[in-house]
C-alpha cells in the first residue's frame, strides 16, 4: 500500500463559526485521479485549500507524503519551497489568481519566486503558452480576458511548474459550453500521467471522463465514496446531496411527469 | 484639491517630496512589520480601493454631488500608516498612469491629502470617539468629524502652499511665475470650497461607512478602537520604548520647518490684525496696515479694547526680538524654536500624564 | 439617480480611457518606438523644463516640442484637445481669469463699462499658470498614451522606485479594474430596482451602503489573491523581469531629450 498523497484524519475547520469540515477523513493515493463531489458550500473549496496548506484545521491532521502539514511547518522555507513546486491549485475565481501586469508575468510568476535561472524561466513560459494555446495572449493584461481566456492563463501559471498533484477548483464553473468541453478534454488528457489530479465540482456529468475516485460531501463531511460509476447509481442520495433534483417537466410528446435527473447544461 | 503641474514651482515640489518622505519611510517600516508577507496583496487592493472611492460621486445634503477622498474612513479600518501608503499609491496611479494630476506635484498631494490627511483624521477620530463601544453612534459622529477636519487640513495645506508662491517665485517684472494669489486670497478661495462642499462629502462618507460597518461587520472597526489589545500594546509600546525612534521623521520635518521660519520676514509689512495700540498713531506703520486691509483706511485712534488689553501682557520676546539679539532673522527662529519648543513640552507632559492617568484606571479596573 | 449616474459615467470614462491607450501605444509613432526608460526620463526632464522656466516663451517653446512629439506618434490634437487642452482650460484657465484684475502692477487697460484695471503682471502670471498647466499636462499624457502601462511600470525601476512599491502599483493598477468593473454591476442593479426617487439621506445611505460593499469585497479580494500568491511561491521577496532592449533610436532620442531640457532650463532662468 503506497503511502497516501494526502491522508485527511478526521479534520475539523470552522469558518467565521460556520462548520466548513466536520471531522472529515480520506485518503488519495498517488496517481489518482479523484473528483471531490457536492454542492456549494459543502465543503470541497475549503478541503483543497487545506490541502495546499494555505488553511490549517483546528481539530484533526493531515499529511502530504507522510509530512504533517501545519502552520509551523509551512513557514519554514525548506518545507515550503519544494512544496509549492510539488502541488499547484488553481482556485475557482481565476481573477484572484491573475495579479501579474500581463499574461507572461502571470505564468513567469511561479518559476520566478522558486528562483529559476532567467533563460529558463522564459524558456519554459513560452513552453507552457504555446501548449495552453495562448502565446497571442502573452502581453495582455487580464483584465481584457475572456472567462476563458482566463481560466487557461491559470492552468498554464500552475502547470508551468510540472508538480506532481493538481488541485482543481471547479474548473469548468462560468464558462460556455464549448471553452468547457475544452477543459474537460484537456482533464481527461491528464490520464495515465504521473500526477495526481483532485477536482471538485457540482457537475456530475464530466465525473465519469475525469475521475476514477469519487468522495460525495455534504455540509462538511463525506457521505458516500466509490468509482463514477457506483456513485451515480446511488440516485437517492444524489437528491439528498443536491446533486440532482426532481421537478415536473413537459417531453417533446407532451407528457409531463417527474423524476430525479440532471440538466447537462444548467440553468 | 488635487494641485496639477505648474501650480507650485519646483522648489516647493522638492520640498514637498522631502517633507513626504520621511512619513513614507516610517508608514512602509510600521506597515511591513505589521503585514510581513501580506503587505503587497493587502496595500495593491487597499489603494486600488481608495481610487475607485474617490471617483464615487457623492449625494450631498441640498441635492448637489461631490467627491471625498475617503481619507477617514481609511484611517479608521486600516490605522493611519496603511492608510498613508494606500492613499499615496493610489494618487501616484492616479497621475502615473491615468495623467490625472501632476507628477512634480505628486509629493505636494501625497503630503497634503495622505499624510495630513490621515494624521489629523486619527488624532481627531480617536478623541472624539474615546473609549466608545464599536456600534455606538458617538464614533459615527467622530467619523463624520474626522473626515470632515481632515479634508479641511488639508485644503489648508494646499492653500498654503498656493499662497506662498507669489511671495518667493516672480520674474523680473514681479509678475508671480507659479500659483499667482497671495495667502490672503489663496486661504479664503480654498477654504470656502472646502469647508462647505468638500467637508460635507468627506463627512457623508465616512459617517455613512462607519455605520454600514457597525451593522454589518464592526470588527473591522477594531483596529482604532481601544480595547483592541494589539493596538493599544503598540501604542503603549511606541510611547515608552521607541517613541523617538518614531517620532523622528516628524522631529526631522519640524527642524527642517523651524530653520525655514526666518523666511516669514520676507513677507512684506505686517500680518494682517497683528498690530499693536501704538501703530495707529505711526505713519509707517498705517501706511502698512492700509496695504494689508485692501487699501482701507485704519481709524486714527486705536480701538479702546485694543488699548486697554495691550498693556496687559508683555511677552518676553516683544517684537519677537529680545534686546541681546541683533539680527531680527534669529530672533524669528529662537522665538519659533522657542514656540515650538514650549507646544512640544506641553503636549508631552500632558500625553505623559494621560498615559499615566490611563493606566492607572487600567489597573484599577 | 443623478450620483449613481455620474458614478456610472465616470467609472465608464476611466476604463475607456484605459482603452484607448492601450490602442494607441501599439500604433507605430515615434514615441512608441522609444525604450520606456528613456521615454520616461526624457519626458520626465521636459516636464521638469517647462516647470522650472521663468521665460513665457520658454515654456511656450516646450509646449511646441509637445506638438510635434504627438504629431510624430500618431496623436491625433482633436483626441488631446479633448483629453488635455479643453479640461485644462476650464478648470485653470478660470481659476486664472482673476489673475490680471488682482494681481498688483502696470496697468494696461480698463474693461471698458466697468473700469477694471488689468495689469501686465497679472496678465503675464495668468499667462505663466496657463501655459506651464497645459504643457506638463500634454507631455504626461503623452506618455500615458504612447506606452503600455505595463512599460511605465517597469520603466520606473529606472528612477530607482523599489521593487515592491512597482509590484504594488502594478497590482492595484490590475486590480481597479476589476473593482471598478464590479461597482459598475453593482451599481447598475441597483439603479434597474430604483423606482422614483428617493430622498435625500436614503440616497447618501445607498452612496454609503454602495462604499461599505465595494470594501468588503476588497477585503475578501485581498486575502484570496494573498493566498493565491502564497500557494505559487511567494515568500515576500517579489522578483521580476527586465526585457527592455535598447536601440540606437532611443540614445539618440535621449539625446536631443538631454538637448532640449538643457536648452529650457537655460534660457528659462
Known amino acids: ?267 | 484639491m488635487y494641485i496639477p503641474d505648474g501650480y507650485l514651482s519646483p522648489s516647493t515640489c522638492a520640498v514637498l517630496y522631502g517633507a513626504a518622505a520621511p512619513f513614507w519611510y516610517t508608514a512602509l517600516q510600521r506597515v511591513k512589520k505589521s503585514l510581513s508577507t501580506r503587505l503587497v496583496p493587502l496595500l495593491s487592493v487597499m489603494a486600488a480601493l481608495s481610487f475607485v472611492v474617490m471617483m464615487f460621486n457623492l449625494p450631498l445634503p441640498g441635492g448637489t454631488t461631490g467627491h471625498a477622498v475617503g481619507v477617514a474612513i481609511a484611517t479608521i479600518i486600516l490605522g493611519p500608516w496603511a492608510s498613508i501608503l494606500a492613499i499615496s499609491i493610489a494618487l501616484s496611479i492616479q497621475a502615473l498612469f491615468f495623467g490625472d494630476g501632476g507628477i512634480t506635484t505628486l509629493g505636494a498631494n501625497c503630503f497634503n491629502m495622505a499624510i495630513v490627511g490621515s494624521l489629523v483624521a486619527y488624532a481627531v477620530y480617536r478623541l472624539a470617539a474615546g473609549r466608545a463601544a464599536l456600534t455606538s453612534s458617538r464614533r459615527v459622529v467622530a467619523a463624520a468629524l474626522a473626515g470632515y477636519t481632515a479634508i479641511n487640513a488639508s485644503a489648508f495645506c494646499a492653500a498654503v502652499e498656493f499662497g506662498i508662491q507669489p511671495l518667493f517665485f516672480k520674474d523680473p517684472s514681479g509678475a508671480p511665475l507659479y500659483a499667482p494669489y497671495p495667502l490672503s486670497i489663496a486661504i479664503p478661495a480654498m477654504m470656502i470650497g472646502h469647508l462647505t462642499f468638500a467637508g460635507l462629502a468627506e463627512l457623508v462618507l465616512s459617517a455613512g461607512v462607519v455605520a454600514y460597518f457597525q451593522r454589518t461587520n464592526p470588527s473591522l472597526l477594531k483596529l482604532t478602537a481601544p480595547g483592541n489589545l494589539a493596538a493599544d500594546e503598540e501604542i503603549a509600546g511606541a510611547e515608552s520604548q521607541s517613541m523617538w525612534r518614531t517620532v523622528r521623521p516628524l522631529g526631522i520635518g519640524l527642524a527642517l520647518l523651524l530653520v525655514l521660519t526666518p523666511l516669514g520676514i520676507l513677507a512684506a509689512g505686517t500680518a494682517w490684525g497683528e498690530w499693536s495700540a501704538r501703530d495707529f498713531t505711526n505713519l509707517q506703520a498705517r501706511e502698512k496696515m492700509a496695504l494689508a486691509s485692501q487699501h482701507a483706511v485704519p481709524p486714527v485712534q486705536p480701538p479702546l479694547g485694543l488699548q486697554r488689553l495691550s498693556t496687559l501682557w508683555t511677552a518676553p520676546f516683544p517684537q519677537y526680538a529680545p534686546s541681546f539679539v541683533r539680527r531680527p532673522a534669529v530672533g524669528y527662529a529662537l522665538s519659533a524654536m522657542f514656540g515650538s519648543g514650549a507646544i512640544i513640552l506641553a503636549s508631552l507632559i500632558t500625553g505623559s500624564l494621560a498615559t499615566r492617568a490611563r493606566d492607572k484606571r487600567d489597573e484599577l479596573s | 439617480m443623478n450620483f449613481l449616474e455620474r458614478t456610472l459615467a465616470g467609472f465608464l470614462s476611466a476604463m475607456e480611457h484605459a482603452l484607448d491607450a492601450e490602442d494607441l501605444a501599439k500604433t507605430h509613432g515615434l514615441l512608441q518606438r522609444l525604450d520606456p526608460r528613456i521615454k520616461v526620463i526624457g519626458i520626465l526632464t521636459l516636464i521638469i523644463g517647462a516647470a522650472t522656466a521663468h521665460k513665457l516663451w520658454v515654456i511656450s517653446a516646450v509646449f511646441a516640442i509637445a506638438l510635434i512629439l504627438a504629431a510624430s506618434s500618431r496623436v491625433s490634437p482633436l483626441l488631446l484637445a479633448k483629453r488635455v487642452w479643453i479640461p485644462v482650460l476650464l478648470f485653470t484657465g478660470i481659476i486664472a481669469l482673476p489673475a490680471p484684475f488682482v494681481i498688483p502692477g502696470r496697468v494696461v487697460w480698463r474693461l471698458p463699462g466697468l473700469g477694471w484695471p488689468l495689469t501686465a503682471q497679472g496678465l503675464l502670471s495668468a499667462g505663466y499658470l496657463v501655459t506651464r498647466v497645459e504643457t506638463a499636462s500634454t507631455l504626461s499624457v503623452l506618455l500615458i498614451l504612447s506606452t503600455p502601462w505595463t512599460h511605465v511600470l517597469k520603466a520606473l525601476r529606472v528612477l530607482r522606485v523599489p521593487v515592491v512599491l512597482v509590484v504594488i502599483l502594478g497590482m492595484a493598477y490590475r486590480y481597479i479594474f476589476l473593482l471598478l468593473e464590479s461597482a459598475c454591476d453593482m451599481l447598475e442593479s441597483r439603479r434597474s430596482r430604483m423606482v422614483g426617487e428617493l430622498k435625500g439621506p436614503d440616497r447618501r445611505r445607498l452612496a454609503a451602503a454602495s462604499v461599505g460593499v465595494l470594501m468588503s469585497k476588497t477585503m475578501q479580494l485581498s486575502g484570496d489573491v494573498y493566498s493565491a500568491m502564497l500557494a505559487r511561491g511567494f515568500r515576500g521577496e517579489v522578483y521580476l523581469r527586465n526585457d527592455f532592449h535598447t536601440a540606437s533610436l532611443d540614445w539618440i532620442m535621449l539625446a536631443v531629450f538631454a538637448a532640449l531640457a538643457a536648452g529650457a532650463l537655460y534660457y528659462g532662468r
Open chain 1, 1 to 267: 500500500m503506497p503511502v497516501p498523497v494526502f491522508d485527511v484524519r478526521e479534520v475539523t475547520f470552522r469558518y467565521h463559526r460556520v462548520m466548513a469540515l466536520d471531522n472529515l477523513s480520506l485518503a488519495i493515493v498517488p496517481g489518482q485521479r479523484v473528483a471531490l463531489l457536492g454542492a456549494n458550500g459543502s465543503g470541497k473549496s475549503t478541503l483543497l485549500r487545506i490541502l495546499d496548506g494555505l488553511a490549517f484545521p483546528e481539530k484533526g491532521s493531515i499529511t502530504f507524503c507522510g509530512e504533517v502539514l501545519t502552520e509551523e511547518r509551512l513557514q519554514d522555507s525548506e518545507f515550503t519551497f519544494p512544496f509549492r513546486r510539488r502541488v499547484g491549485l488553481v482556485f475557482q475565481n481565476p481573477d484572484v489568481q491573475l495579479f501579474s501586469p500581463t499574461v507572461f508575468d502571470e505564468v513567469a510568476f511561479g518559476p520566478l519566486q522558486l528562483q529559476w535561472p532567467r533563460e529558463k524561466v522564459r524558456a519554459k513560459v513560452e513552453e507552457m503558452l504555446e501548449v495552453m494555446k495562448i502565446t497571442h495572449l502573452k502581453d495582455r493584461s487580464p483584465h481584457h480576458l475572456s472567462t476563458g481566456e482566463k481560466k487557461r492563463v491559470t492552468l498554464a501559471s500552475v502547470l508551468v511548474l510540472d508538480p506532481e498533484v493538481l488541485l482543481l477548483d471547479e474548473p469548468t464553473a462560468a464558462l460556455d459550453p464549448k471553452s468547457a468541453s475544452q477543459m474537460i478534454d484537456f482533464l481527461i488528457g491528464l490520464r495515465g500521467g504521473a500526477k495526481t489530479v483532485i477536482t471538485s465540482t457540482h457537475d456530475l456529468d464530466i465525473v465519469e471522463d475525469i475521475a476514477d475516485q469519487c468522495f460525495v460531501f455534504q455540509t462538511g463531511r463525506v457521505v458516500a465514496a466509490g468509482t463514477p460509476t457506483e456513485i451515480l447509481r446511488q440516485t437517492s442520495m444524489l437528491e439528498q446531496t443536491n446533486l440532482v433534483h426532481t421537478h415536473r417537466h413537459v417531453h417533446a410528446t407532451g407528457a409531463t411527469h417527474s423524476h430525479p435527473h440532471r440538466h447537462p447544461n444548467k440553468h
